[in-house]
Every structure is written in C-alpha cells, then in structure tokens.
C-alpha cells in the first residue's frame, strides 16, 4: 500500500517510514522540516535501498497537503506523526500546540477524505490517560480533559474527540488511535535516531549527549516517588518496535475507530534506565538527584494485550536493546544529522 507520512521525515516517522519500505509498502514523507533534517531520506535510502519521496510543507496547510496528493498520490493511508510533542513547552506555548496539533489533523483530513483514503492512522499518547488509579492502563482507562496536566496531552485528547466523530460519518473509513508510551531507542544501523533540537527535554536523548561528554551530569528528576527506587517508571518503547506496529495497524485496518497502546508493559526507572545505559557504555555516568519536575507521575505504563491479540504484534526488544542502540546512533551522530 502506499502511505503519506505527515511529519514522515520526524523521529517516529522516519523509523517507520523504514518498516514499511521492508514490508514491501511504499511511503511518501510530508514534512516542513522545522523539528528534523531533510538528510533523513538519504539515511532511509542508505537503509532500505528504496526511496522515500519527501514533500516540503506543512500539513496544517491544505495546499501543501494536495500538493502531496498530486505529485505523489493516490495513497492508501494517510499516518499522522505532524505534531508538537514537548510538555514542558505546551504548558508555555498552549496556542501554538492546539493551532498545530488539531490543524494538521484538520488538513489531513479534509484533504484524504476528499481523495478516498482507507485509513487514517494517528499518533496519539499514552498520556491521555487521566487516572493513575487505572495502572497499568488499558485502552479503555478514563480519559477526562479536564484532569490532564499539559496542553500536548488535551490536544492529542482533542485529537481523538474529532477523529470519533469524522469517523462515524465515514463509515467506510478506518481510524486508527496509536497511543505511544514512552518512545525511545534508534535503528540499529546508527543512521537514524532521535535527533532533537537544543537541550532535550527527554531522559533518554539527554542521558546520551551526557555519554558523549556533551553535558555534564545526569540529573535524576526526584528520588522519592512511591515506586521500588524512588525514581519515576515509565514504559518505554523500541522506537524500531513502534514503528512496526504502524505497518501492522496498517495492514490490519477496517472500517470503523480502533485504539491501541503501543508499549511494553513494563515500567522502567530512571535509575534502572541510567544503569542500562552505562552497561552500554561500559562505565559510570555523572550523575545527581534533582528536585522533581513539575507536572511528573510518579507511573505510567500500559496494558499491551489489546495490540497483541487484535494486531499480532508485541514488543519485543529489551531496554538493553533500546540504550545499546541509542549509544550507537550518539556514537556515530554526535551532532546529530547535521552535526
Ligand atoms: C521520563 C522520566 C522524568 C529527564 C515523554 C514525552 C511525551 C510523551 C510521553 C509521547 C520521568 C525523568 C527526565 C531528565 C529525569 N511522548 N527525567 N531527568 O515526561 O514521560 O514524556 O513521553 O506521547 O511527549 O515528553 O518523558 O523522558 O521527559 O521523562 O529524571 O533529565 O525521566 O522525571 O520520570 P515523559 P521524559
């Protein structure tokens, strides 16, 4: 099939847009490049041998995404990796990541259902998630706007709320939810991986430019939270794994609104992720405990049975796997694409 990547060029997308091109699909990238580098089709190209055409534009704009559909359309399915995603920076910024988040969703849309796409597979979050009561969360934990801490969160809630509704008047259309954990993780050619912009927000991203010496000390978010270790635990995902679950989602999808929780199931620490990662490296890492971040959970972690049973796909790569690959991609790209 052949699927429009919006935000394909991004760190999910691109991944994924290399499990489909393995899984015989084809894949156009759809990205303004204002978070990533335009390098990454030649990366993909270097891994798959196959090509992956790349649109410069923006999806939250209706031209740029017909444009798309007349140079390289018509698509099958459209997946939507198009959005703002730094929590911190929501709370801060709140219009500019509902303006983006829901009008890409907006563009995306209109234009598909104009052109007569079977499926709409969307990348949402496991942070929509609203009661810590309901760990670990199934796909039918509560979900209340209202309760949910950050911007980024509701509009990807928001998100869902419209995608339920376009649906029910395109019954002939598939709608698929991907609620994300915590990806982290990089191809194991080192050719692609995370790639973020300044300082990173993430633990893991931040933990590697530390590794290579381009920051100082780990800080450890808070040692006193109710979990084994006192430090945060949180689901994280092969980004390699999750982008596998896009081809199955894919290749799975019928008529109708489906949601799936794309993770391990098992929650992780700071300190045990820290630990992981000095196995990688083979020493210590400098690090210091940190008073709490604000908005923190002490817990998040899913229920992944759904995704197994209705998709046949699980995760399956360790956290050894996800920190030894990491490590490499760092290795390779200490600048990151243009570095
Ligand atoms: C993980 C843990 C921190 C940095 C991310 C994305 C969000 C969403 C969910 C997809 C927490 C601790 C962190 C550091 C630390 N992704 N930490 N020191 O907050 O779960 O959110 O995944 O929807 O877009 O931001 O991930 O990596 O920031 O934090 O101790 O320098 O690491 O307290 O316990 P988070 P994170």
Same mark, same amino acid.
């Given at each position: 099939?052949?699927?429009?990547?919006?935000?394909?060029?991004?760190?999910?997308?691109?991944?994924?847009?290399?499990?489909?091109? &393995?899984?015989?699909?084809?894949?156009?990238?759809?990205?303004?490049?204002?978070?990533?580098?335009?390098?990454?089709? /030649?990366?993909?190209?270097?891994?798959?041998?196959?090509? +992956?055409?790349?649109?410069?534009?923006?999806?939250?704009h209706?031209?740029?995404? /017909?444009?798309?559909?007349?140079?390289?359309?018509?698509?099958?399915?459209?997946?939507?990796?198009?959005?703002?995603?730094?929590?911190?920076?929501?709370?801060?910024?709140?219009?500019?990541?509902?303006?983006?988040?829901?009008?890409?969703t907006?563009?995306?849309?209109?234009?598909?259902?104009?052109?007569?796409?079977?499926?709409?597979?969307?990348?949402?979050?496991?942070?929509?998630?609203?009661?810590?009561?309901?760990?670990?969360?199934? &796909?039918?934990?509560?979900?209340?706007?209202?309760?949910?801490?950050?911007?980024?969160?509701?509009?990807?809630?928001?998100?869902?709320?419209?995608?339920?509704?376009v !649906?029910?008047?395109?019954?002939?259309?598939?709608?698929?939810?991907?609620r994300?954990?915590?990806?982290?993780?990089?191809? /194991? =050619?080192?050719?692609?991986?995370?790639?973020?912009?300044?300082?990173?927000?993430?633990?893991?991203?931040?933990?590697?430019?530390?590794?290579?010496?381009?920051?100082?000390?780990?800080?450890?978010?808070?040692?006193?939270y109710?979990?084994?270790?006192?430090?945060?635990?949180?689901?994280?995902?092969?980004?390699?794994?999750?982008?596998?679950?896009?081809?199955?989602?894919? &290749?799975?999808? !019928?008529?109708?609104?489906? +949601?799936?929780n794309?993770?391990?199931?098992?929650?992780?620490?700071?300190?045990?992720?820290? +630990? =992981?990662?000095?196995?990688?490296?083979g020493? &210590?890492?400098?690090?210091?405990?940190?008073?709490?971040?604000?908005?923190?959970? +002490?817990?998040t972690?899913?229920?992944? =049975?759904?995704?197994?049973?209705?998709?046949?796909?699980?995760?399956?790569?360790?956290?050894?796997?996800?920190?030894?690959?990491?490590?490499?991609? !760092? !290795?390779?790209n200490?600048?990151?694409?243009?570095?």
């Amino acid at each position: 099939m052949r699927v429009l990547l919006a935000g394909g060029a991004g760190y999910v997308g691109a991944h994924t847009a290399i499990a489909l091109i &393995e899984a015989g699909h084809e894949a156009v990238l759809l990205d303004d490049l204002t978070n990533t580098s335009g390098l990454v089709t /030649e990366r993909i190209a270097r891994i798959t041998g196959g090509r +992956a055409p790349l649109v410069a534009g923006s999806a939250a704009h209706v031209d740029d995404v /017909e444009r798309a559909f007349a140079e390289h359309g018509p698509f099958d399915s459209i997946m939507h990796f198009a959005a703002k995603k730094a929590v911190g920076e929501s709370v801060e910024k709140p219009l500019d990541y509902y303006a983006n988040n829901l009008d890409t969703t907006y563009a995306l849309l209109r234009v598909g259902i104009a052109n007569g796409i079977r499926s709409f597979i969307f990348s949402s979050t496991g942070t929509v998630y609203s009661d810590p009561a309901d760990l670990p969360f199934t &796909e039918e934990a509560t979900r209340n706007l209202v309760d949910l801490s950050n911007p980024y969160s509701k509009s990807k809630l928001m998100n869902e709320v419209v995608l339920a509704d376009v !649906q029910k008047v395109n019954p002939g259309l598939n709608i698929t939810l991907l609620r994300y954990f915590n990806p982290v993780g990089a191809h /194991e =050619s080192g050719l692609v991986g995370e790639d973020p912009k300044g300082t990173p927000n993430n633990l893991m991203p931040f933990v590697a430019r530390v590794a290579v010496g381009a920051l100082p000390e780990v800080g450890i978010f808070g040692d006193d939270y109710d979990t084994p270790d006192g430090t945060g635990q949180r689901d994280y995902i092969h980004v390699v794994d999750l982008a596998e679950g896009h081809v199955a989602a894919l &290749e799975k999808a !019928q008529p109708g609104l489906a +949601a799936y929780n794309l993770g391990t199931g098992i929650p992780v620490s700071v300190r045990e992720l820290v +630990a =992981s990662f000095e196995r990688a490296v083979g020493h &210590e890492l400098p690090k210091s405990v940190k008073p709490r971040r604000a908005g923190d959970l +002490a817990a998040t972690y899913c229920d992944p =049975s759904k995704a197994e049973h209705e998709l046949g796909w699980k995760a399956t790569r360790t956290l050894d796997d996800m920190t030894r690959d990491v490590w490499n991609w !760092q !290795q390779k790209n200490p600048g990151g694409y243009e570095g």
